[in-house]
């Protein structure tokens, strides 16, 4: 049984915790060490029971935790090389915990299959996931201006897609944002808005996708319920009878369960 959870998810933090049998995979560590610690005792565990560390970028919104957490905790860190090289050179005594993960390579890790895909935001060789297990995979896909076509073609049809929808267009416009800040969020290598979610989530649904979460949300430009209206429509669209929830952005999210038995590509 593979299990899946955010802790959190938003411009203020985000981690999330992938389990599959005796494999527990943390995505992220954007809050602090001691929320990481409590929230994975929340699922009965502790940072001794963590296989490795899956980075998705250096933004401190990602890392956070993470200069507190490796002076307690040797645990492997898995990451591209961009992402390792800036870790680097933010973190002392980080690097014998590294194992650079090439884009698009795939690497056996434990009870789960690991493949970090090219995401397009303003930092260095930044990655979504795609996580197989016995029991189904899980694409994570955040902060990203657009989608790739290698990371659309890598993530189509996952059983569990984790999918950025971080602003409404409207609001983010006519929101208090100064100009260069909307820029950036709407350029890209910024962020992926309601619409371009919704867009990807309809696709990822008929070809196979079977649970969606909406992550990453701006607490200034987005609502719950707009994301889940905007997706949700396109979903109808498209057929979909799946679950559609979204991450909290400050608190641990429900526990998504994988039971299906899927082989990997």
């Known amino acids: 049984m593979t299990r899946f959870c955010t802790f959190a998810s938003g411009s203020s ?12 995979l ?11 610690c409590r929230a994975l005792a929340d699922q009965g565990l502790t940072p001794q029971d963590l296989s490795a560390v899956l980075i998705t970028h250096e933004h401190t919104d990602h ?19 961009g992402t390792a090289r800036q ?14 993960l090439p884009m698009g390579e795939t690497v056996e890790w434990g009870e789960a299959a690991i493949t970090p895909l090219p995401t397009s935001h303003d930092c260095r060789e930044s990655a979504a996931f795609r996580v197989d297990t016995p029991d189904g995979a899980v694409g994570y896909l955040t902060d990203t201006g657009l989608i790739e076509e290698e990371t ?3 993530l189509l049809g996952v059983q569990l897609l984790v999918l950025e929808s971080n602003h409404d267009v409207d609001m983010l416009l006519s929101g208090p944002y100064p100009y260069h800040l909307k820029r950036r969020v709407l350029g890209s290598e910024g962020h992926l ?6 867009r990807f989530a309809a696709e990822s649904a008929q070809a196979g996708t079977q649970s969606i979460i909406l992550a990453h949300l701006s607490a200034e430009n987005n609502t719950p319920r707009r994301a889940l209206d905007t997706v ?23 526990v998504h369960i994988l039971e299906g038995v899927a082989c990997r590509r």
């Open 87 to 100: 870790l680097q050179y933010r973190l002392a005594g980080i690097g014998l915990l590294l194992r650079p």
């Open 193 to 198: 808005s309601n619409a371009d979610a919704a």
């Open 232 to 254: 949700g429509e396109q979903l109808a669209l498209a057929g979909y009878a799946g679950r559609l929830t979204v991450a909290p952005r400050c608190e641990p999210g429900r």
């Open 152 to 154: 659309r073609q890598g």
């Open 13 to 24: 933090g985000n981690a999330a915790l992938l389990s599959c049998g005796s494999t527990h």
């Open 26 to 36: 943390l995505i992220d560590m954007g809050i602090s060490c001691r929320r990481i």
């Open 63 to 81: 890392i956070s935790g993470l200069a507190t957490y490796i002076k307690k905790y040797p645990t492997p860190i898995l990451c591209t090389p």
